[in-house]
């Protein structure tokens, strides 16, 4: 079956730095996501890896290693605000969208 | 970005009615949107696919008959929830990808989501 792993649940403290991980087992891949989703309002795209590596965008950054099914999300000089879930997904061979269950980031002042 | 707008965002109704969720691309051509469902602490829910001019593709366990489909035209798609009961209290969300301008990144796009509750 298809699957995508992440954690529940990850508490930072505000300023830090932290990675929320995530693991895939798809029917071919095409590409994965990262989307923030605040409480109560729709999901707002964050990223979009294809290729083996990093990609930085301000303070947020995805990576991505096809061969090992694996992704993570690296957030820098963390914000309250920052407090959201994070979902990870990935597209299958015919482009559906697998999604994880998201990860729910707390921050603390 | 592409801008994806949904209506209404909230709505509450009795047991039994109809209930109907517009999802509007409002600055490109939408030939496919998508409709999701999210329970609270949950991940979306694929729903269906919708395709402009044709019939909705439904995701298996999806009652056609309960959520009917419309995609009449390339920027509005509908979702009605027939005879609404209080298990379909729900977060439904559409989306679409610009697929047409040619710059598809295969980033969906979002609306702001419909919370819908059934007394």
């Known amino acids: 079956g298809q699957n995508i792993d992440q954690p529940t649940e990850m508490t930072a403290t505000e300023g830090a730095i932290v990675q929320i991980n995530c693991t895939y087992q798809?029917?071919?891949?095409?590409?994965l996501f990262w989307y923030q989703q605040h409480a109560g309002e729709a999901p707002t795209f964050l990223s979009y890896?294809?290729l083996d590596g990093l990609e930085e965008k301000g303070r947020f950054s995805s990576f991505l290693s096809r061969s090992k099914g694996y992704s993570y999300l690296l957030l820098k000089e963390l914000q309250m605000k920052d407090s959201a879930s994070y979902l990870c997904?990935?597209?299958?061979?015919?482009?559906?969208?697998?999604w994880g269950a998201g990860t729910k980031l707390i921050i603390k002042p | 970005g592409a801008v994806v707008s949904q209506h209404p965002s909230r709505v509450i109704c009795k047991s039994g009615t109809s209930v109907k969720i517009e999802c509007r691309s409002l600055d490109f051509q939408a030939t496919t949107m998508f409709w999701y469902r999210q329970f609270p602490k949950k991940s979306l829910m694929l729903m269906a696919t919708s395709n402009e001019g044709s019939k909705a593709t439904y995701e298996q366990g999806v009652e056609k008959d309960k959520f009917l489909i419309n995609h009449a035209s390339l920027t509005l798609s509908t979702l009605t929830v027939t005879s609404a009961h209080p298990e379909d209290s729900s977060f439904y969300i559409c989306?679409?990808?610009?697929?047409?301008?040619?710059?598809?990144?295969?980033?969906?796009?979002f609306g702001e989501g419909s919370r819908l509750t059934v007394l």
């Open positions: 989306s679409a990808r610009d697929l047409a301008s040619g710059a598809d990144t295969g980033e969906l796009f």
């Open positions: 798809t029917s071919g891949f095409n590409g």
């Open positions: 997904a990935a597209f299958d061979s015919n482009y559906q969208l697998i």
């Open positions: 890896n294809v």
